[in-house]
C-alpha cells in the first residue's frame, strides 16, 4: 500500500478553478492506477477521475467532463486534478486514492489506498 495526502482545497467562487495534488510515498506509485473521488455531506462517496498507471488513459464522470483533468507525474510520485469552471454542487471533500491494477478503476472496492481528504468549497 501507499500513503496519500492531498493539498490544494479551498473556497472559490463559481466559475474559479482549483489544482489538487496528491503525493504518495513509496518507489511503486509508478505501478497503481490512480483515482479522485468526492464526497459531500450525507451522500456517498462519487467517482470523479481516474488515470492508468502509465498516465497513457484517463476517465472522468459525466458532470466533470470538459471541466477537470487528471494527470500524472511519475517522478515526483504526485497525481493532480486540476478543476475549472467550478460550480457549487462540486462542493465535497476530494480524496485519492490509488490501486493496484493494469485498467482505470472507477468503483471505490477496487481502490486498496486512500488519503484523508481535501475541502473544496464553491460558493454561488
Known amino acids: 500500500q501507499v500513503q496519500l495526502v492531498e493539498s490544494g482545497g479551498g473556497l472559490v467562487q463559481a466559475g474559479g478553478s482549483l489544482r489538487l495534488s496528491c503525493a504518495a510515498s513509496g518507489r511503486t506509485f509508478s505501478s497503481y492506477a490512480m483515482g479522485w473521488f468526492r464526497q459531500a455531506p450525507g451522500k456517498a462517496r462519487e467517482f470523479v477521475a481516474a488515470?492508468?498507471?502509465?498516465?497513457?488513459?484517463?476517465y472522468y464522470t459525466d458532470s466533470v467532463k470538459g471541466r477537470f483533468t487528471i494527470s500524472r507525474d511519475n517522478a515526483k510520485n504526485t497525481v493532480y486534478l486540476q478543476m475549472n469552471s467550478l460550480k457549487p454542487v462540486d462542493t465535497a471533500v476530494y480524496l485519492c486514492a490509488a490501486a493496484g491494477r493494469k485498467w482505470v478503476p472507477t468503483t471505490t472496492d477496487e481502490y486498496d489506498s486512500w488519503g484523508q481528504g481535501t475541502q473544496v468549497i464553491v460558493s454561488s
Open positions: 488515470i492508468k498507471w502509465s498516465g497513457s488513459s484517463s
